[in-house]
């Protein structure tokens, strides 16, 4: 896994390379703006895989850990009728771990898998305004001790924005509560707020900036990394895909927890009707 992982790490490097020096462009138009605009949507209705690879390290008391995350989401529209959609939105983690406390020694593998399901309205509002809400679920698929909670979890998502012009700003928020699983673990209580801003521009490009804070009930403590990415609509042969790529800087850890700056990849493809 650890090797797998690599691998996927050292390819998404070369891809936004290439991608971003200008290979494959795809042309400006009003439809290439639409998609890229709802890339920026968390509950559009548009079947898209992003994969976001994220590095940190500064881990443990002496500074020593690092952690290379792999999230695969693959983001699932469903048309429940003329005025409402589900959206199925599911992180699944790919983790290859060091040291992250002393003596903790290395770990690669699958994470916990984290289910959403927003429903939303096919139409905004009248004011403009996209939501959706509905259920999140926290499964145990944690293949070794220490890359999952070994419990199941439940709790409420919702997600709010707007898109005015080439601008989407909103926010997402869920919280999780352990409901059964391992007794020799903690339970989990964790509430996670994800403010966001970008602005798209004509040539597809979209920056972007968001904050993806977690409170841990149990621990009373955050972790809040801010993120700032850019990423290019663009098209490999006929498949679009979006690829580019950022920094994260922790803002508040909890104890033992990254430092510093970190580094974010994302590539995503996009499979509009």
Same mark, same amino acid.
């Given at each position: 896994?650890?090797? &797998? ?25 009003? @439809? %290439? ?10 509950? /559009? /209705? ?8 994220? !590095? ?15 999230? &695969?989401?693959? &983001? ?11 959206? /199925? ?13 002393? $003596?903790?020694?290395?770990? @690669? ?33 944690? @293949? ?25 700003? %909103? ?17 989990? @209580? ?16 979209? !920056? ?15 972790? &809040? ?23 994260? !800087? ?9 430092? $510093?700056? $970190? ?11």
């Amino acid at each position: 896994m650890k090797f &797998v992982i690599k691998r996927v790490f050292a390819g998404l490097l070369m891809l936004a390379f290439f991608e971003l020096a200008g290979a494959s462009p795809l042309p400006a138009q009003e @439809s %290439g703006e639409e998609l890229a605009k709802k890339l920026a949507n968390p509950i /559009s /209705s548009l079947i898209s895989l992003p994969l976001q690879l994220n !590095y940190d390290e500064n881990f443990g008391p002496g500074d020593e850990g690092d952690k290379l995350l792999l999230n &695969v989401q693959p &983001v699932i529209p469903f048309a429940l009728n003329e005025k409402w959609n589900l959206i /199925s939105r599911t992180i699944v983690p790919l983790v290859d771990q060091q040291d992250l406390f002393p $003596g903790a020694g290395g770990q @690669s593998g699958l994470g916990d898998v984290v289910q959403s399901l927003f429903f939303s309205p096919a139409a905004p509002t009248r004011r403009g305004v996209i939501w959706g809400v509905g259920p999140v679920f926290l499964l145990p698929t944690g @293949s070794d001790d220490l890359l999952g909670a070994e419990k199941w979890g439940v709790g409420p998502t919702f997600v709010a924005l707007k898109q005015i012009g080439p601008r989407t700003v %909103g926010v997402l928020a869920n919280h999780i509560e352990s409901v059964a699983g391992s007794d020799r673990r903690q339970d989990v @209580s964790a509430s996670f707020f994800q403010p966001f801003l970008s602005r798209t521009t004509p040539k597809l490009w979209t !920056y972007g900036v968001n904050v993806e804070a977690t409170y841990n009930w149990k621990s009373e403590q955050w972790s &809040v990394p801010l993120n700032l990415t850019a990423t290019k609509l663009t098209k490999w042969e006929k498949q679009l895909v979006s690829v580019g790529g950022g920094v994260r !800087y922790w803002v508040e850890t909890p104890d033992s927890g990254p430092e $510093g700056v $970190g580094v974010r990849l994302l590539l995503t493809f996009l499979f509009p009707k």
